[in-house]
């Protein structure tokens, strides 16, 4: 199959080496000339070009840019395009997405390959990226059977986990899971930050070992998909944070009003509750 990817980033760049690797033609498209010259180098693509034009003999195209620039990307595509092209994107929002792309092209579905690295650009591009991670497809009463089936046969040649829900179901619960981690995570460095004591907080900046890391770590990445999670997602992550704004309040008045036994079932509860949202990590460890 002929397969297209626009932004040769982490996510595009290890598309394209995967699918190289299924026997797949890869026509990549990137704005710079360098980051072309770069994907063919690396062996992550077979074409490069910086001009969507040259993607109108593709059968299936990845949209790998940034989600604020998704539906433009597709605007500026589609006159290129031969009729019966298949087109997703990789967005970690789906409800505005596919709204505005299903109007702008008849075989468009929506997908979100929940796998990536702190790391940015071609250069982050790597094989295997997508093995044991999920991959959600987001189709729409109006989306084509086709279209789901072929994204879904090549979601599943990169090892990945397939789920299918409607893209409103996606976005609550992607906001619970990933985007409220990143905004709480965000609030405790800054939180820290804002000790006034410089003692206490030079201190504190020196002691920081695993538990600050690993839960500081998300907000601490991009700051700009930072902002288009909660722009493109502000009803679902609203709703999340007020949940968790409630848990938050629970606890405070838990340790305000000296009720530890609640606070110690609270605890207990949560350590059992745990265990459910991370079985996707025991299982790539078992399978590592």
């Given at each position: 199959m002929k397969i297209g990817i626009i932004g040769l980033g982490l996510i595009g760049g290890s598309l394209g080496l995967d699918l190289r690797k299924c026997g797949h033609i890869i026509y990549g498209v990137s704005r710079k000339e360098s980051t072309?010259?770069?994907?063919?180098?690396?062996g992550v693509v077979n074409h490069a070009n910086i001009n969507l034009s040259s993607l109108s003999t593709v059968d299936f195209i990845f949209i790998?840019?940034?989600?604020?620039?998704?539906?433009?990307?597709?605007?500026?595509?589609?006159?290129?395009?031969?009729?019966?092209?298949?087109?997703?994107?990789?967005g970690s929002v789906k409800t505005s997405i596919v709204k505005e792309c299903e109007l702008l092209w008849p075989n468009f579905v929506g997908g979100h390959p929940m796998a990536g690295t702190a790391?940015?650009?071609?250069?982050a591009a790597q094989e295997n990226l997508f093995k044991n991670a999920p991959y959600v497809i987001t189709p729409t009463e109006k989306t084509s059977k086709n279209s789901i089936n072929i994204l879904e046969k090549l979601a599943q040649s990169l090892g990945s986990i397939v789920h299918t829900c409607s893209p409103e179901i996606h976005d609550q619960s992607v906001a619970w899971i990933s985007h409220l981690p990143v905004i709480?995570?965000?609030s405790l460095i800054a939180a820290c930050s804002e000790?006034?004591?410089?003692?206490?907080?030079?201190?504190?900046?020196?002691?920081?070992?695993?538990?600050f890391r690993d839960t500081s770590?998300?907000?601490g990445g991009n700051p700009e998909l930072g902002v288009m999670m909660a722009k493109y997602n502000q009803t679902a992550l609203l709703h999340a944070l007020q949940g968790y704004r409630e848990q938050l309040d629970e606890i405070t008045e838990y340790i305000k009003t000296e009720q530890w036994d609640s606070l110690e079932k609270?605890?207990?509860?949560?350590?059992?509750?745990?265990?459910?949202?991370?079985?996707?990590?025991?299982?790539?460890?078992?399978?590592?």
């Amino acid at each position: 199959m002929k397969i297209g990817i626009i932004g040769l980033g982490l996510i595009g760049g290890s598309l394209g080496l995967d699918l190289r690797k299924c026997g797949h033609i890869i026509y990549g498209v990137s704005r710079k000339e360098s980051t072309c010259r770069r994907a063919l180098e690396k062996g992550v693509v077979n074409h490069a070009n910086i001009n969507l034009s040259s993607l109108s003999t593709v059968d299936f195209i990845f949209i790998c840019t940034p989600i604020g620039l998704i539906s433009q990307t597709l605007k500026q595509l589609t006159p290129h395009l031969n009729s019966e092209a298949i087109i997703t994107d990789v967005g970690s929002v789906k409800t505005s997405i596919v709204k505005e792309c299903e109007l702008l092209w008849p075989n468009f579905v929506g997908g979100h390959p929940m796998a990536g690295t702190a790391e940015q650009g071609i250069e982050a591009a790597q094989e295997n990226l997508f093995k044991n991670a999920p991959y959600v497809i987001t189709p729409t009463e109006k989306t084509s059977k086709n279209s789901i089936n072929i994204l879904e046969k090549l979601a599943q040649s990169l090892g990945s986990i397939v789920h299918t829900c409607s893209p409103e179901i996606h976005d609550q619960s992607v906001a619970w899971i990933s985007h409220l981690p990143v905004i709480i995570s965000a609030s405790l460095i800054a939180a820290c930050s804002e000790e006034k004591e410089k003692n206490i907080l030079k201190l504190a900046q020196k002691l920081a070992s695993s538990g600050f890391r690993d839960t500081s770590r998300v907000g601490g990445g991009n700051p700009e998909l930072g902002v288009m999670m909660a722009k493109y997602n502000q009803t679902a992550l609203l709703h999340a944070l007020q949940g968790y704004r409630e848990q938050l309040d629970e606890i405070t008045e838990y340790i305000k009003t000296e009720q530890w036994d609640s606070l110690e079932k609270l605890l207990m509860i949560t350590q059992k509750e745990r265990s459910p949202f991370i079985q996707l990590e025991k299982s790539s460890e078992n399978n590592s």
